[in-house]
Every structure is written in structure tokens, then in C-alpha cells.
């Protein structure tokens, strides 16, 4: 099959495109490779991925409507679009909340229209986020849930990035299917994320800040139970038109939990300063993942301490590379 995977030299987007790739799918990777975190890290990956016969990568960004036609001409026959591109990470929407509109909003539009062009297009999965449910108070976290109270202007964007493509459903037709992450690590991960921070200032012997209060705590899911996941979504006979599942690893952990799993692998102590969790982060995520269950029969394997040491492994072999 042909695949268009956007943020194909991203972190989730590699995992996938190198899952596609191993099965002798062929796969078409769009990235603007931008700075928001190490263009060397993205770009390594994006060679990793260029070893395979069966990837075409195209350095483009999604918003760019005149280098999308020029891929809808050079390859018609693309089946399955992955819209994986995104300005992702909550705290940096503070600064800069333009870049979150332009890429999670516009480039979805952009997207969907491209997707409207493609004769052979069977469905589009779209990375949506947790961030989405906001201020619900509720754990765990379901599809069902209200999502209408988003803490950053990351979580609106991506609830915007959802409205849209539900219009795209109704007028068009499109086939999607919203994938909504929660908090995703592992090797080859993002070096804007608290668990790469973290593990980087534990081992350069720095402080790192936690949130005070009891009850901080992320639902952490490993990278390759994400791409089992979306390969169990796209062998599924029987998907909706429509529908949002959450990819999560359904596990509630105190983030001091992550922080021993860390100190453990890396053999040192943490130096620890407590702030006042700011607005944008929300308290809790826990994902409910009955409904991708019922639907595919998927279920995480992953356990945290187990997923941090793989990635602990593998940031010892690029320790201070990518940074
Ligand atoms: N990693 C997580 O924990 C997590 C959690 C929830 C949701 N998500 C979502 O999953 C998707 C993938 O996340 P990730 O962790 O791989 O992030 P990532 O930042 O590693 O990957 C995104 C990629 O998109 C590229 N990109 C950004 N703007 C672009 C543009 N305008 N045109 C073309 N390329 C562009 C970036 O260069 C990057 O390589 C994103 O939509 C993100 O919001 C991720």
C-alpha cells in the first residue's frame, strides 16, 4: 500500500514510517524539519528512514498548498494519509501560539483539501492529543467525555484540528479516524519532553523542576505499543466512517515514579526544585482505552519501568548528540 505520513522525521512519525517500511509498504514522508527541537535528531531519523527503497521523503511543510499539489501529481496513488505533523509541547504555545494555529489548524485544512484531491484515498488518521480533555476533572479520560475546556492553546488547536475534520467527514465523506496520544516516550523520543529533560539533567548531574502537589501523574505509553496500535487500527475490517480513539497505556503514574525509573537506569540521584504547576499543564492524565480495544482487541504490553530503560539505553549511545 502507499502511505503519506506527515512528520515522518518527528518521533511518532519515524516509529511508524519505519513499522510501514519493515512490512514493504511504501511510504511518502513530509517534513519541514523546523527547529523547535534538534533538526539533527529530526534528520537522523529522516536517514534512518532513507535507507529503505520504499520511503520518498519530500523536506515541504504541510501548510505549503502548492508543494502538496505537486505530491498529489507525483503520487495519485497514495491510500492511507498519517497526518502526524504538528507544533506540538503545551508550554511553548505561551510564546508562541501563532506556529500552533498555522501547523495544527491551517496545515489539518490543508491536509483534509490534499486528501479531497486523492482518487485512491481510503482514510485519514490524524493525530489528536490527551491535552483535549483540558479541565476535566473525570479520570480516566474518555471519548465520550465533553472536551470544551482546553488549558492551552496546543489542547485547542488540537480540538479544532478535530471539529474540522468531522465537517471534512460530513461534507466529503473522508474517512478518518482521530488518534488522541497520551504522553508518548521511548527511544528516538522529543528532547522538548519532561522524561528526555529529565533524564538529561539527572545525568549532567542539574536540577530538574517538578510540579508541587500530591497528585501529578501521567498515563506514560511506550512507543512501540503506539505503533502497534495504529497497525491494529489500520488492519481493522470493521472502523467506523468516524471516529477518536484514545492510545494510551491506561496506567495512572505519579511523575516522581518516572523520576526513580530514571534515577534507577542512569545510576544517579535526581536534584529536584518544586514550582507551582503553571495553567497550561493539567494535573492528571489517565486514558480509558476500552473503546480501541473493543474495536481492534489492542492492548499496551509496555510497563514504565521496563519502557525507561530502553530508552535510558538508548540515550546513553546518543548521550548529549541531539541536544
Ligand atoms: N509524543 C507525544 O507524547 C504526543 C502526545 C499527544 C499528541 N501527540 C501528537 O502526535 C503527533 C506526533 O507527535 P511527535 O511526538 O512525533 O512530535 P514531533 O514534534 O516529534 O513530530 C512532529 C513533526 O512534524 C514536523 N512539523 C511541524 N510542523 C510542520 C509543518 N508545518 N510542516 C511539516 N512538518 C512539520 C516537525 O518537524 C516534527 O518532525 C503530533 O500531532 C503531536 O501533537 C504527541
Given at each position: 500500500m502507499v502511505f503519506l505520513v506527515t512528520g515522518a522525521g518527528g518521533f511518532i512519525g519515524f516509529h511508524l514510517s519505519k513499522a510501514l517500511l519493515a512490512r514493504g509498504e511504501t511510504v511518502i514522508g513530509i517534513d519541514n524539519l523546523n527547529d523547535y527541537y534538534s533538526p539533527t535528531l529530526k534528520q537522523a531519523r529522516c536517514d534512518q528512514l532513507k535507507q529503505s527503497k520504499g520511503f520518498i521523503f519530500y523536506h515541504a511543510d504541510i501548510t505549503d498548498v502548492s508543494a502538496l499539489e505537486v505530491i498529489v501529481q507525483n503520487h495519485p496513488d497514495i491510500q492511507i494519509i498519517f497526518n502526524l505533523a504538528a507544533q506540538a509541547g503545551v508550554r511553548y504555545s505561551l510564546e508562541n501560539p501563532y506556529a500552533y494555529i498555522q501547523t495544527n489548524v491551517m496545515g489539518q485544512v490543508a491536509i483534509l483539501e490534499m486528501a479531497r484531491q486523492l482518487p485512491n484515498l481510503q482514510r485519514i488518521f490524524y493525530a489528536s492529543s490527551s491535552s483535549v480533555y483540558g479541565l476535566n476533572k473525570k479520570l480516566p479520560f474518555s471519548e465520550a467525555d465533553r472536551v470544551d475546556c482546553p488549558s492551552s492553546v496546543y489542547a485547542a488547536s488540537k480540538q479544532s484540528a478535530e471539529l474540522l475534520s468531522f465537517t471534512y467527514y460530513h461534507l466529503y465523506g473522508l474517512k478518518q479516524t482521530g488518534l488522541r496520544f497520551f504522553t508518548v516516550y521511548g527511544?528516538?523520543?522529543?528532547?522538548?519532553?519532561a522524561y528526555y529533560l529529565f533524564a538529561k539533567a539527572i545525568t549532567e548531574d542539574k536540577p530538574i523542576t517538578l510540579y508541587t502537589g500530591q497528585n501529578l501523574s501521567r498515563d506514560f505509553t511506550y512507543i512501540d505499543d503506539v505503533v502497534d496500535a495504529l497497525l491494529s487500527l489500520l488492519e481493522c475490517s470493521h472502523l467506523e466512517d468516524y471516529g477518536i480513539f484514545n492510545i494510551g497505556n491506561s496506567r495512572q503514574e505519579k511523575v516522581e515514579h518516572l523520576v526513580s525509573c530514571l534515577e534507577e537506569n542512569i545510576g544517579k540521584k535526581a536534584i529536584i526544585n518544586y514550582i507551582t504547576r503553571p495553567g497550561t499543564d493539567i494535573e492528571a492524565t489517565l486514558s480509558d482505552i476500552s473503546a480501541i480495544y473493543n474495536v481492534t482487541g489492542w492492548s499496551p504490553r509496555t510497563k514504565l519501568s521496563d519502557g525507561v530503560r530502553l530508552f535510558t539505553n538508548w540515550l546513553k549511545l546518543y548521550n548529549g548528540f541531539f541536544c
Amino acid at each position: 500500500m502507499v502511505f503519506l505520513v506527515t512528520g515522518a522525521g518527528g518521533f511518532i512519525g519515524f516509529h511508524l514510517s519505519k513499522a510501514l517500511l519493515a512490512r514493504g509498504e511504501t511510504v511518502i514522508g513530509i517534513d519541514n524539519l523546523n527547529d523547535y527541537y534538534s533538526p539533527t535528531l529530526k534528520q537522523a531519523r529522516c536517514d534512518q528512514l532513507k535507507q529503505s527503497k520504499g520511503f520518498i521523503f519530500y523536506h515541504a511543510d504541510i501548510t505549503d498548498v502548492s508543494a502538496l499539489e505537486v505530491i498529489v501529481q507525483n503520487h495519485p496513488d497514495i491510500q492511507i494519509i498519517f497526518n502526524l505533523a504538528a507544533q506540538a509541547g503545551v508550554r511553548y504555545s505561551l510564546e508562541n501560539p501563532y506556529a500552533y494555529i498555522q501547523t495544527n489548524v491551517m496545515g489539518q485544512v490543508a491536509i483534509l483539501e490534499m486528501a479531497r484531491q486523492l482518487p485512491n484515498l481510503q482514510r485519514i488518521f490524524y493525530a489528536s492529543s490527551s491535552s483535549v480533555y483540558g479541565l476535566n476533572k473525570k479520570l480516566p479520560f474518555s471519548e465520550a467525555d465533553r472536551v470544551d475546556c482546553p488549558s492551552s492553546v496546543y489542547a485547542a488547536s488540537k480540538q479544532s484540528a478535530e471539529l474540522l475534520s468531522f465537517t471534512y467527514y460530513h461534507l466529503y465523506g473522508l474517512k478518518q479516524t482521530g488518534l488522541r496520544f497520551f504522553t508518548v516516550y521511548g527511544p528516538w523520543g522529543r528532547p522538548d519532553m519532561a522524561y528526555y529533560l529529565f533524564a538529561k539533567a539527572i545525568t549532567e548531574d542539574k536540577p530538574i523542576t517538578l510540579y508541587t502537589g500530591q497528585n501529578l501523574s501521567r498515563d506514560f505509553t511506550y512507543i512501540d505499543d503506539v505503533v502497534d496500535a495504529l497497525l491494529s487500527l489500520l488492519e481493522c475490517s470493521h472502523l467506523e466512517d468516524y471516529g477518536i480513539f484514545n492510545i494510551g497505556n491506561s496506567r495512572q503514574e505519579k511523575v516522581e515514579h518516572l523520576v526513580s525509573c530514571l534515577e534507577e537506569n542512569i545510576g544517579k540521584k535526581a536534584i529536584i526544585n518544586y514550582i507551582t504547576r503553571p495553567g497550561t499543564d493539567i494535573e492528571a492524565t489517565l486514558s480509558d482505552i476500552s473503546a480501541i480495544y473493543n474495536v481492534t482487541g489492542w492492548s499496551p504490553r509496555t510497563k514504565l519501568s521496563d519502557g525507561v530503560r530502553l530508552f535510558t539505553n538508548w540515550l546513553k549511545l546518543y548521550n548529549g548528540f541531539f541536544c
